[in-house]
């Protein structure tokens, strides 16, 4: 397994649609193990493979206190949404920023799992925030977009600078070697 480098708003491949699985296979399994891998790593409790620059239908999750229950959907669909309930949100892509967002409070969602197999899921609660915010990737879509304009727009300054500021910090680094 190995770490993989997450995409950060505002970067444009971010917003790519991501296309379907069309074979559960050694390499999308690995793909599985290595998001996991990152996304404990963060720490988060979801991610999506367009995150890691893979646009393909693939989300990893686990919302467990003791980070010991993964989930993987590939190809997932929502078949139903019920309810409402607002909740305080954060992403791997936008790091350090949580605004509430307002979702369904109820997802019943089909899928693959990590060996191809079919499965439905009925979730509420935090997994139900998790599936949508994570399959809201799939789609280009990021947390960011549920907030007002203004707010986005100081999120992606803030972000950007912030890079910026690495890039030349680095670079100021590498000189003095």
Do not use: W
Request: glycine content about 6%; some cysteine.
């Amino acid at each position: 397994m190995s770490k993989l480098a997450i995409l950060t708003f505002p970067d444009p491949r971010l917003r790519q649609k991501a296309r379907p699985v069309l074979r559960v296979d050694a390499a999308i399994t690995r793909l599985v193990d290595d998001m996991l891998e990152t996304m404990y790593a963060a720490p988060g409790i979801g991610l999506a493979a367009i995150q890691v620059n893979v646009p393909l239908q693939v989300l990893v999750m686990d919302v467990s206190e003791e980070h010991n229950n993964p989930l993987c959907l590939i190809n997932p669909q929502i078949l139903a949404l019920e309810g409402t309930e607002q909740r305080e949100e954060g992403c791997l892509s936008v790091p350090g920023f949580y605004e509430k967002i307002t979702r369904a409070e109820r997802v019943k969602v089909q899928a693959l799992d990590r060996d191809g197999a079919l499965f439905t899921l009925d979730a509420d609660g935090l997994l139900a925030v998790c599936i949508q915010h994570e399959i809201d990737h799939l789609g280009g879509k990021l947390f960011v977009d549920h907030i007002s304009m203004l707010k986005r727009q100081r999120i992606r300054h803030k972000l950007e600078r912030d890079q910026r500021q690495s890039v030349d910090s680095n670079a100021t680094r590498r000189s003095a070697l």
